[in-house]
């Protein structure tokens, strides 16, 4: 690292734990700059996904759907909806129908979270009130479906940074909670009155041509935020658990982690101690990850569930074999 870097974290370090004037050692300053190293980093990470987020929504926005007059779902669509009966800029209405979404969002979540939202809407009204994009097409089909990818790619990534640029998730997620429904239960309710508007005040086929964009946005958002490689968390029982163990590592080239078990349906009911392994296999490796398993033991019992994302560990850095 840059010696005028460290030097400079080292003081901030040294005056958050300065109390009394008292002097701080080397030894207490070092762990508390690891952390401000850590937290720095992380903040230069998620600004860059909003930051990239908001440029890509605006180009969703400008370059296919509002120079053809075609709206989304959320609270985006709320607002292309609104500047087509209104004219009021889409800049200025962005912030407004967000504003109302933010403060429940303050209110369940946080303030930090409120405020970097609120940033990131504000800022994709700057861009969209100011950064001129071009007009890509004027085919219906592709303005749906590019128009709802970029838009999703950019929902996505600022999601990816901690904040929101739509605020109907954060409505969402409060009525799922006072609700017998689902957050996808609410912004499907929340999108049907929104594209029945549409319909009644644009036209049908811009009502049914904005709930194609929608599911373009909705399926990119799923992309970005769980990502496209889909990884299974698998555990294995089996009473030749070191040999499983050995293939996993040698012939899967996988990491696992073993749990001290004791099984509860042993002969004549008593328990007996096993070793239960543990695996993160991406869903490509299930099918050899079986065959594998099968030569060293066909009756062992294997659960496997989805896992959205993972950090850390040897699975994103191993290659397959």
């Known amino acids: 690292m840059n010696p005028f870097f460290s030097k400079l974290l080292a003081d901030i370090a040294r005056k958050r734990l300065e109390t009394d004037h008292k002097p701080v050692s080397k030894k207490q300053i070092e762990p508390m700059v690891t952390s401000i ?10 600004y860059f996904f909003i930051a990239l987020g908001v440029f890509s929504a605006g180009f969703g926005l400008k370059g296919f759907l509002l120079p053809n007059r075609f709206i989304d779902g959320g609270a985006t669509g709320i607002s292309l909806l609104l500047e087509n009966i209104t004219h009021i800029e889409l800049g200025y209405l962005l912030v407004l129908v967000n504003v109302p ?4 969002g303050a209110l369940t979540f946080n303030l930090k979270f409120a405020l970097k939202s609120i940033s990131a809407i504000a800022f994709l009204a700057f861009v969209v009130h100011f950064v001129e994009y071009p007009t890509i097409t004027d085919d219906k089909l592709l303005i749906a479906v590019f128009g709802g990818f970029f838009l999703g790619l950019g929902i996505g990534m600022a999601m990816r940074g901690g904040s929101v640029i739509d605020g109907t998730e954060v409505l969402a997620i409060y009525l799922s909670r006072k609700l017998s429904m689902t957050v996808g239960d609410v912004l499907l309710v929340t999108n049907i009155i929104i594209f029945s508007f549409g319909a009644y005040i644009l036209s049908i086929e811009t009502a049914l041509y904005a709930i194609l964009t929608y599911l373009a946005a909705a399926k990119t958002v799923d992309f970005v935020v769980d990502g496209v490689e889909e990884y299974v968390g698998v555990t294995i029982i089996s009473e030749k658990h070191e040999e499983i163990r050995i293939m996993l590592i040698e012939k899967l080239r996988r990491a696992c982690t073993i749990y001290a078990g004791k099984g509860g349906y042993g002969q004549h009911g008593k328990s007996y101690e096993k070793d239960i392994i543990y695996t993160v296999v991406t ?3 299930l099918a050899k990850l079986h065959t594998e398993t099968d030569k060293i033991d066909k009756n062992a019992f294997i659960i496997m569930g989805v896992v959205k994302d993972i950090k850390g560990g040897m699975i994103k850095r191993k290659p397959l074999k």
């Open 37 to 46: 190293r850590v937290e720095l980093s992380h903040a230069i990470r998620s």
């Open 101 to 104: 979404f933010l403060i429940l």
């Open 283 to 285: 869903r490509l490796e």
